[in-house]
């Protein structure tokens, strides 16, 4: 029987542990402080938005939102985040992609400091974890490690596949499993005979944004799948990159959509603004 991997539960933990540090900072004068950013009003990114100012709520971080129009120029978001770069207050700031078409995102990204980079996705942050160095990492991949790490799934030496290479999943999840010792193989829209290769996988992580693509001829008897795709499928029912029910009973261990990543991201950005306050 296969290991249903609860990231709702540890998803719980975390915030609950990161609860008792922020009180802890609380009571030595220190306040944690994320800003949000929003621009326009993309349905999905008010829901993201929304669910990051609870999970704010739940640890006890103040979170500080900017709601601004679509015809926000690019200059004028670059004044508020440099404002916000500036401000002594402000542990992390957040500005929720997409942004509208003439905003270019990579400069927008650029403009917020490293310091405060809580979403990991800052050129200098991801230069560090690719060198080894301290600094933000990405939420999702790093939601992926403390999934693997917290049911005692042993990384190093293991022979992973990761499916995808964006910047805010798959590369920096290759990077963090080297950094754990496993031996890592990146697979994206080019990659030649993609079952023969996932099916050599010890842990396959999958994040190629197409619905229930990886059934069992993907994977190896015994694998270790981590599924960060979302989607709905025709009956409008949430599902992940992998077709679960077609995998179950060949894996070891195997993280549900919704209730596996999904959660995770969202603890792992409250636990990046709280470093970000430990380290001032
Ligand atoms: P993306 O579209 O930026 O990247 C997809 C990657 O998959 C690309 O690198 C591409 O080369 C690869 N790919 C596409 N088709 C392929 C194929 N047929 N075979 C092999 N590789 C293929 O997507 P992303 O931003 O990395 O997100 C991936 C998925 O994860 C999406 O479903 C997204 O919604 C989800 N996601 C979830 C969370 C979360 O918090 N759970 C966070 C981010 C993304």
């Known amino acids: 029987m296969a290991t249903i991997i609860d990231g709702k539960e540890i998803s719980k933990q975390i915030k609950d542990e990161l609860r008792e540090k922020v009180s802890n900072l609380k009571q030595k004068g220190i306040e944690v402080t994320l800003c949000v950013i929003q621009v326009g009003d993309d349905p999905a990114s008010t829901i993201y938005v929304r669910n990051k100012q609870k999970a704010c709520e739940y640890i ?3 979170s500080q939102s900017y709601k601004l129009p679509e015809s926000t120029t690019e200059a004028e978001l670059l004044e508020i985040v440099e404002e916000l ?3 002594e207050n402000v542990n992390g700031i957040l500005v929720q992609m997409p942004l509208p078409k003439h905003i270019n995102e990579d400069k927008i990204i650029e ?3 490293p310091d405060k980079d809580v979403d990991g996705f800052h050129p200098q ?5 690719s060198i080894g160095q301290r600094g933000f990492i990405s939420c999702t991949p790093a939601g992926v490690i403390e999934l693997l790490k917290r049911y005692n799934i042993p990384i190093e030496g293991k022979e992973c596949v990761v499916i995808g290479r964006s910047n805010i ?3 920096p999840m290759a990077m963090l499993m080297l950094r754990e ?5 990146v697979c994206h829209s080019r990659t030649k005979d993609l079952a023969k290769i996932s099916s050599r996988a010890d842990i396959l992580i999958v994040a190629i944004g197409k619905a229930e693509f990886v059934t069992r001829e993907f994977v190896k ?3 270790v799948v981590i599924d960060v795709g979302i989607h709905r499928n025709e009956n409008n029912k949430l599902c992940g990159d992998v077709d679960f029910d077609n995998v179950v009973d060949k894996v ?3 993280t549900p959509v919704p209730g596996g990543v999904g959660p995770m991201t969202i603890a792992m950005l409250m636990y990046n603004c709280v470093e970000s306050a430990m380290s001032k």
């Open 252 to 254: 070891s261990a195997i």
């Open 181 to 185: 010792n496993a031996t890592v193989t």
């Open 169 to 171: 999943v798959g590369k």
């Open 60 to 62: 006890g971080i103040k």
């Open 221 to 223: 008897e015994g694998a």
């Open 125 to 129: 942050s991801v230069g560090r974890l």
């Open 111 to 113: 403009a917020i400091s």
């Open 85 to 87: 770069n500036q401000s």
